[in-house]
C-alpha cells in the first residue's frame, strides 16, 4: 500500500475504535479546532486538560459546540502538560497533544523518568508532505528534535519512521539519504554516513525498507533526474522517506514545502510510548487535523 494524498489517511481509521486524544495546556484555537472537526468526524475521542474558562471561551467566540467533551481543569500550563502526559503512562489515552505551550516543556514531560513516556528509542520528529509535484506522499525526517543526528542517530531515525509507515500500511517503504550531491566524497560526511546506511541495509542490518544514497535531492523525488546523471536506483524518483543530513537542511526543506510549494503536512514524534502531535504554532488547523489523523493511524 502506498498513501498517495492524506485523505488515503482518513480511509485507514475509517471503522476503526477512536482512539483517545488528550491535549494539553487546550487553550488554543487552532489545535482546538482541528481536535473537535476530529471528534465530530469519529477519529477521536477527546479530553481537553487546560484552563477550563478559556478553553470555553475559545469554544464560544469560534462556534465550538464541546457538549459531553471531558474538560479537566487545569489553569498552569506545565501542570496541565504533566496531568494530560501522566493520563498516557497510565493507559488512559493513546495520543498526546500539545495545545499552547512551549515544545520544551512538553518534552521535559515525556522524558520525566518516573512517568514520562519514553521506551528507550531516540525521539524523532516525522512530517508526511502531500505535494502536487509528486506522485504520492513523502515522509520528511527530522526536522525539529535532532540538531545534527550522528549515524546512530541516523539508524534510530530510519527505523522509527520506517516502523511508522509499516503501520500505515508499507510493506518496503523506500528510503532516500540525502546529501549535497550523489557522490561519496569523504569531506562531506553526509555522504558518509549515506553510504554506511546504504551497505548496512543491503546486509539487512537496517530492516524493513530499501535505503539508497548518498542521494541529491534532484534525484531522490525525480526519475528524469537520476537517469541524466546516470544513477541506477530503486529509491531514486520514488522516494517513501527523505533522510535529512541534520536539523537546518530539514527545517528549510519543511518550511519551503509548506510555504512555497503550498503542500499539506501531518506531522507527529516518533520513539515515545505513543504517538505525539507537537506541531509548530504555525501551523495551520489544516495541519493539525492532518496531524491528528497521522497519529492515529500511526497508532493502531
Known amino acids: 500500500m502506498v498513501l498517495k494524498n492524506m485523505n488515503d489517511l482518513k ?47 475559545i469554544c464560544a467566540a469560534n462556534n465550538y459546540d464541546i457538549t459531553g467533551l471531558r474538560i479537566i481543569n487545569v489553569t498552569d500550563p506545565e501542570k496541565a502538560v504533566e496531568t494530560a502526559v501522566r493520563m498516557v503512562s497510565s493507559k488512559q489515552a493513546d495520543v498526546l497533544m500539545k495545545g499552547k505551550i512551549g515544545t520544551a516543556t512538553v518534552l521535559k514531560s515525556i522524558l520525566n523518568k518516573e512517568w514520562g513516556l519514553r521506551t528507550g528509542k531516540l525521539l524523532s520528529h516525522f512530517a508526511l508532505f502531500e505535494a502536487d509535484t509528486y506522485h504520492k506522499v513523502i515522509a520528511v525526517t527530522d526536522v525539529a528534535m535532532n540538531i545534527a543526528p550522528t549515524l546512530h542517530d541516523k539508524i534510530a531515525i530510519v527505523n522509527n519512521s520506517v516502523a511508522c509507515l509499516n503501520r500505515l500500511g508499507y510493506k518496503m517503504p523506500k528510503v532516500a539519504v540525502l546529501g549535497a550531491v550523489e557522490m561519496v566524497n569523504e569531506n562531506m560526511q553526509a555522504t558518509l554516513d549515506a553510504a554506511l546506511l546504504s551497505k548496512m541495509n543491503q546486509r539487512d542490518q537496517i530492516k524493513n525498507c530499501i535505503i539508497d544514497g548518498p542521494l541529491a535531492f534532484d534525484n531522490a523525488v525525480s526519475l528524469e533526474s537520476a537517469q541524466l546523471k546516470g544513477i541506477k536506483s530503486e529509491v531514486a524518483g520514488d522516494t517513501d522517506i527523505l533522510l535529512m543530513p541534520d536539523i537546518e537542511v530539514g527545517n528549510v526543506l519543511y518550511k519551503s514545502l509548506v510555504f512555497f510549494a503550498k503542500a499539506k503536512v501531518a506531522s507527529i514524534i516518533l520513539g515515545a510510548m505513543v504517538p505525539i502531535v507537537l506541531t509548530s504554532r504555525s501551523d495551520s488547523e489544516e495541519a493539525k487535523f492532518d496531524s491528528i489523523l497521522l497519529a492515529a493511524a500511526a497508532s493502531r
Open 11 to 57: 480511509h485507514l481509521v475509517d471503522g476503526e475504535a477512536r482512539k483517545k486524544l488528550v491535549l494539553a495546556a487546550a487553550e488554543d484555537q487552532h489545535s482546538l479546532g482541528a481536535v473537535i472537526k476530529a471528534w465530530k468526524e469519529n477519529i477521536i475521542e477527546p479530553i481537553l486538560v487546560g484552563d477550563a474558562e478559556g478553553i470555553h471561551n
